[in-house]
């Protein structure tokens, strides 16, 4: 897999932040996260929330516990 193709599944919503959290060292995360607002702002003409702030409902207080 290549970082563009994961940015464009977390863009898609495939992939969620947890999980390239949890599977991609710090280096190659900020690649990904990168890329999907390159690609966002390409493919929408913005960057979605959980794209620039690099967060969705996964890596939230899930932990509201």
């Known amino acids: 897999m290549t970082v563009t193709m994961i940015a464009e599944d977390y863009i898609d919503r495939l ?3 947890i999980e390239i959290e ?4 710090e280096w190659v995360q900020k690649d990904i996260f ?6 966002a702002l390409k493919k929408n003409g913005f960057i979605p929330k959980f794209v620039s ?4 409902f996964t890596t939230r207080e ?3 516990t």
């Open 34 to 39: 990168g890329r999907a607002s390159q690609l």
């Open 22 to 25: 949890r599977n991609y060292p």
């Open 53 to 56: 702030e690099k967060a969705d």
């Open 62 to 64: 899930m932990q509201l």
């Open 15 to 17: 992939i969620f932040a």
